[in-house]
């Protein structure tokens, strides 16, 4: 599999494009991995769950708390 990458930054452009300010450049999987690193271990796949549902309760507490109070 092949990834596009860009080696500036990315921007938006006024149609809600992606524009790339700098080249294109094509990786593939082997060379993304090599660029940044391992995929996560489960221990961390755990925690960052654990993270994202405590985050989601959060929000739907304030969105839920909010609608009682109007």
């Known amino acids: 599999m092949n990834f ?3 080696e500036g930054s990315w921007s938006v452009g006024a149609g809600g494009e992606a524009i790339c300010t ?3 450049v094509s990786l593939t999987e082997q060379e993304m991995q090599s ?3 391992t995929a ?3 221990d ?3 925690e960052l769950q ?4 405590v985050l989601f309760a959060l929000v739907f507490g304030f969105l839920v708390l909010k ?4």
């Open 50 to 53: 654990g993270e994202i549902i």
């Open 4 to 6: 596009l990458a860009c």
């Open 67 to 70: 609608k009682v109070l109007k």
């Open 44 to 46: 961390q796949v755990a």
């Open 35 to 37: 660029l940044y690193g």
């Open 22 to 24: 700098g080249s294109l």
């Open 40 to 42: 996560l271990t489960w």
